[in-house]
């Protein structure tokens, strides 16, 4: 075989390659006008090659924004540098459809794209190849796992009776603001407690238990503002840091939920029944050095409550 033959030959295995590699090849020259494109590109835009030469880029796929794509690619001809596109930036810059049996869920495929400056013989760059690669597998895969951990972060941080937030997470945010409120703003912070839960229990059984902590939770969180947190503190027993609330108005807040919960009746089949709570509450001050300081002056409060007849609010001894 003469040496010609044989290259001929290579350059020919090239192209037969090039044509069936799994993954888009297009050659533009400085007009934007297709020189080569490859099967991969035939087989998902429906182009035929002879068709696509010498068209522009921009008439045959409309959806490339043709202002981001000039400037990404004159950089590549005049820096004589590669560039990159990546999905999460761009999700594809071709429209086309997804064909992955594994990921059948995406929409299109998703795409990361390398221009490469292509150098003629006296050294310009003429013509930029753009190479595409399909990433829908790996794209829905970490979105899938992004939308998992966001559901697991959720659960994590949630009570499931009540949906309201746990109590070490309610533990955690009262941390974070009290670092933040603890110098300019005044704050309340309000203790919960079922009365005679334990009763409930015992008469009606753990259902309907169940069934009047739903009753408080779903309270709570109607009458809270956007920027208040309220968890489960424990079993009976619920939290709400009221921001930027003042003793006094914490207090109306409290009376308000109190009397709601009186006037209450909770209906679990034909079982009816009512209930009521008791409350303290304290506002961050001076003299409370700790976010867990501020608990104990809440429930010391509520205790006060409890001590003197259940079903009113009580305030920290020393804010009276
Ligand atoms: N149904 C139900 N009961 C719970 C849950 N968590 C805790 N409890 C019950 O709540 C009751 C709390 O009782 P106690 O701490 O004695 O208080 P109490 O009966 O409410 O009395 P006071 O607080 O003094 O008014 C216990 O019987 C617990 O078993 C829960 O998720 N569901």
Redesign the pocket.
């Known amino acids: 075989m003469s040496l010609e033959t044989s290259q001929l030959n290579e350059l020919h295995w090239l192209m037969e390659m090039l044509h069936n590699i799994d993954v888009g090849l297009v050659v533009l020259d400085t007009e934007f006008r297709v020189q080569i494109f490859n099967g991969f590109m035939e087989n998902h835009s429906g182009y035929f090659p002879r068709e696509a030469k010498d068209k522009v880029l921009f008439d045959l796929f409309d959806e490339i924004p043709q202002e981001w794509f000039r400037r990404k690619a004159e950089a590549v001809f005049l820096l004589k540098n590669k560039a990159f596109t990546i999905w999460e930036q761009r999700p594809y810059v071709f429209k086309f459809d997804s064909y992955r049996p594994v990921t059948g869920s995406a929409d299109f495929m998703y795409q990361n794209t390398t221009f490469i400056p292509l150098l003629s013989s006296t050294g310009d760059v003429t013509h930029l190849c753009l190479l595409v690669y399909d990433v829908t597998d790996t794209a829905v895969h970490k979105m899938s796992l992004e939308t998992a951990n966001a559901e697991l972060a959720i659960l994590s941080q949630t009570d499931g009776?009540t949906s309201l937030f746990n109590r070490t997470h309610w533990e955690n945010c009262l941390q974070a603001e009290y670092k933040r409120i603890r110098s300019q703003h005044s704050s309340s912070l309000v203790m919960i407690?079922?009365?005679?839960?334990?009763?409930v229990?015992d008469t009606y059984g753990?259902l309907v238990?169940?069934e009047v902590?739903r009753h408080i939770s779903a309270l709570i969180r109607e009458h809270v503002r956007e920027t208040d947190i309220s968890g489960r503190y424990?079993?009976?027993e619920f939290t709400i840091l009221l921001s930027d609330t003042s003793l006094k108005n914490a207090y109306v807040f409290a009376e308000r939920l109190r009397r709601e919960v009186e006037s209450a009746v909770v209906k679990y089949n034909d079982i009816e029944l009512k209930y009521t709570i008791?409350l303290g509450i304290a506002e961050v001050d001076a003299s409370i050095q700790t976010y867990e300081a501020w608990i104990e002056c809440a429930d010391a409060a509520l205790y006060h409550s409890?001590e003197n007849g259940?079903n009113r609010i009580s305030l920290h001894p020393k804010q009276k």
């Open positions: 009776l407690d079922i009365d005679h839960f334990k009763n229990n753990h238990g169940d902590i424990g079993g009976e008791s409890k259940r």
